[in-house]
């Protein structure tokens, strides 16, 4: 990784989109730290002190902190990242969206359209509910119809700036503009993190019993580091054979190539949206100030809340944890069904003359890719709950409360990844350009 970075470095081309990308990077951070006008940013830190769940810290690990500080960019780029999701999904129910998203490059720039519309009303709805419900209980310095206005429009107008912001990166910089912001926000939060694990398992204690500790957190960052990258990377590939064709006095086809399916094929979806639907009532007893007596309801916040779980004291509130590892492998699956489509594929092969080895085309083909896609999400969706379990494990039983968990984990090694993988696409096409101007 190293010597890509030093080579890329050494190519002006490149080493202007990564100056570029980087000072783009300053100027999301420095969002971060501008306060909203009109808002008592005290109100927020003391709300979430008196938070005993985690309603709010998956949400405030996105947005790197900005949310705990009522910056500016306090929505991040969450509604961009929810408005994605949701043209993906639509694109199932509506006809005119899946022909729209097989358009080639027009097709996308309309669906990039779409999203950016609805980036803009999830943030105008997002500000709106921060400003009213919050705005009333003290979160505005004056509560009336100017200042709640004021903080929708600054929300809302720092989140699509966020937006723009990742775009131009896509554009100008180095890898995916939107995937870097939010990379930038989770990482911006690690020192904090560390320093919270010093202070509770290394300062004050013995160097035996420090340096033991030590070498025990960085032994399990490391294997869980290693486990998503194993997890990121790990691919199934089918051997497809094409027929050889005779046109004339040339030969066609007979080439055998592969398709490649990622093991983790959702990516970090199904944690999302399982994390996602786990807290939503809690988020909405918190708005509402509940959740802390001892009905039935509040029994089933406390099951719904990951500070909860895998706690020897508490031990009755982890069927939290087995309804959200149920989740996770039910969006692993919804999810792959809506952007893999098997019989798709077959089609495409028979079209050019293509075959599985030892797999009749048509019908048997998409039977055949169905079983082996299954499988391949079953394993992916396991790999996904290992590395979410382990966090949760720590934090229950030696109560290791840091917000980079296993989602975290995830999107920083899978941006890392990805990012890496781009700047060496873009160093071997100018080596080929190179190599064909000689």
């Known amino acids: 990784m190293l010597q890509t970075v030093r080579r890329a470095f050494q190519i002006e081309e490149i080493r202007k989109r ?39 810290n998956f949400f405030n690990a996105f947005t790197g902190g900005s949310f705990t500080q009522m910056s500016v960019f306090a929505l991040s780029i969450t509604p961009y990242i929810t408005s994605s999701i949701i043209v993906q999904l639509m694109t199932i129910a509506i006809p005119k969206l899946e022909e729209m998203q097989k358009e080639g490059e027009e097709g996308r720039k309309k669906m990039t359209a779409i999203t950016r519309y609805l980036t803009v009303v999830l943030a105008l709805v997002e500000s709106t ?25 600054t929300l809302t107008a720092g ?20 995937s870097i912001v939010l990379l930038i926000n989770i990482i911006s939060r690690v020192p904090s993190d560390f320093i919270t694990l010093y202070e ?4 004050g204690k013995s160097l035996a019993t420090g340096g033991l500790a030590t070498l025990i957190i960085l032994a399990v960052l490391l294997v869980v580091v290693v486990f998503v990258i194993v997890l990121q990377d790990a691919v199934r590939k089918i051997p497809v054979q094409y027929s050889q064709k005779v046109i004339g006095r040339k030969t066609m086809g007979g080439q055998t190539t ?18 996602s639907l786990m807290q939503f009532p809690v988020v909405i007893a918190a708005f509402l100030g509940k959740g802390n007596g001892d009905g039935i309801g509040s029994e089933i916040l ?7 779980w895998c706690n020897p004291s508490q031990i ?20 792959t069904s809506i952007t893999f489509n098997p019989m798709e594929i077959a089609n495409n092969m028979k079209k050019s003359g293509g075959f599985i080895l030892g797999i009749r085309p048509g019908r048997p083909t998409v039977e055949y890719l169905t079983k082996i896609l299954n499988n391949i999400i079953f394993i992916g969706a396991c ?26 984990l995830i999107i920083i090694v899978g941006v890392v990844l990805e990012t890496i993988k781009k700047v060496e696409s873009m160093m071997l096409v100018r080596n080929y350009k190179g190599f064909l101007n000689t």
């Open 200 to 203: 509770q398992f290394i300062k």
């Open 18 to 56: 990564l100056f570029f990308t980087f000072l783009m990077l300053i100027v999301v951070r420095l969002g971060s730290e501008l306060p909203t006008p009109g808002v008592d940013p005290t109100y927020i830190q003391d709300f979430f002190a008196s938070q005993t769940g985690d309603a709010f």
């Open 159 to 178: 989140s699509t700036l966020l937006m723009w912001i990742g775009e131009r990166i896509t554009e100008n910089g180095v890898g995916n503009g939107i």
């Open 383 to 408: 790999g996904l709950v290992i590395v979410q379990v382990i966090p949760f494990f720590f934090n229950g039983v030696f109560g290791a409360n840091v917000s980079f968990g296993g989602t975290s």
């Open 302 to 308: 406390k099951g719904l809340s990951s500070n909860n």
């Open 258 to 275: 592969s398709i490649p399916l990622k093991v983790n094929t959702a990516g970090v979806i199904p944690v999302i949206f399982a994390s």
């Open 316 to 335: 009755q509130y982890s069927w939290g944890l087995l309804v959200y590892i149920l989740l996770t492998i039910f969006f692993a699956y919804f999810y």
């Open 129 to 153: 509910a921060m400003a009213v419900g919050f705005g009333r209980q003290g979160l505005l310095i004056e509560f009336n119809f100017v200042n709640a206005a004021v903080v929708v429009l």
